[in-house]
């Protein structure tokens, strides 16, 4: 418990820092590692320009080279499940590639994997759900009162 109280307080930090240097909203934040994935409607984070996705240094705030490309929407949901980041918005680009509404992308790069599923329209929630006893992940998400379910084996 007091790991997380600790990571907590960094992440309050943390935001305070990205606050004063975003020009738009962050819509959404998932702590990983040492990344904290930043989502939103902000075209530049921390002095550098990265289209409402980001990866900051946890402790100083400071961009890391991951690099989605142009998101022509915002990103509103984040997941992990290594090494793919699963990303949620309302957006047809994104890591260079065409992707509706939803995308997997490399965790360490940015780049769209070859995970290409879509919905009709926006996600605002992603979780990796995992069933007891079962080596497969789902990512699933919600949108405008419909489901998406996508399972990897």
Excluded: C, W
């Excluded at 984040?78 to 680009?93: A, E």
């Amino acid at each position: 418990m007091t790991q997380f109280i600790k990571t907590l307080v960094r992440l309050r930090i943390i935001l305070r820092i990205a606050a004063a240097r975003l020009p738009l909203m962050v819509l959404t934040l998932l702590l990983a590692g040492n990344s904290l994935y930043v989502g939103g409607s902000f075209i530049n984070i921390s002095g550098v320009a990265r289209q409402r996705l980001a990866a900051l240094e946890p402790l100083s705030g400071s961009a890391q080279a991951f690099n989605a490309g142009t998101v022509d929407g915002n990103v509103n949901a984040l997941t992990l499940n290594p090494p793919t980041l699963y990303v949620g918005g309302n957006f047809n680009q994104i890591g260079g590639s065409t992707r509706f509404y939803i995308a997997a992308l490399k965790a360490s790069t940015g780049l769209a994997t070859v995970f290409s599923s879509s919905t009709n329209g926006l996600v605002n929630a992603l979780a990796n759900v995992k069933q007891p006893g079962d080596d497969r992940t789902r990512e699933e998400g919600a949108n405008a009162g419909h489901y998406t379910h996508t399972q990897r084996d």
